[in-house]
């Protein structure tokens, strides 16, 4: 059993920065697969990224690559999401989700097993 909790979550001005972390508990952090995922009222979840165990794995989505930047401390049990560059349509819930697995695929929505309870990021034009 894994339990996520989001934070760092706010509100800024478009081209402001924001650094939004995920603490696991829970053992053997390095063995899940993790993920960003945003979600705005209305619509489904989106993929945002994903990094393996080890972090020699990451797949970001066209929409944040060059500005997002995933990363993870396994020695912290934290992961991270590095925003630059926001801009309005930026602005979601943010999700944190981990999936235990020695496959290294992008997973789905479906396939994540534990989910945070989400941070709230909101950029202002």
């Known amino acids: 059993q894994v339990q996520l909790v989001e934070s760092g979550g706010g509100l800024v001005q478009a081209g402001d920065s924001l650094r939004l972390s995920c603490a696991a508990s829970?053992?053997?952090?390095?063995?899940?697969?993790m993920a960003w995922f945003r979600q705005d009222p209305g619509k489904e979840r989106e993929f945002v990224a994903q990094?393996?165990?080890?972090?020699?794995?990451?797949i970001a989505a066209d929409s944040v690559k060059g500005r997002f930047t995933i990363s993870r401390d396994n020695a912290k049990n934290t992961m991270y999401l590095q925003m630059n560059s926001l801009k309005p349509e930026d602005t979601a819930v943010y999700y944190c989700?981990?999936?235990?697995?020695?496959?290294?695929?992008?997973?789905?929505?479906?396939?994540?097993?534990?989910w945070g309870q989400g941070t709230q990021v909101t950029v202002a034009s």
């Open positions: 829970g053992r053997s952090f390095s063995n899940y697969v």
């Open positions: 990094i393996s165990g080890a972090s020699t794995g990451i």
């Open positions: 989700a981990a999936k235990e697995s020695p496959r290294w695929k992008r997973f789905s929505t479906e396939e994540y097993d534990y």
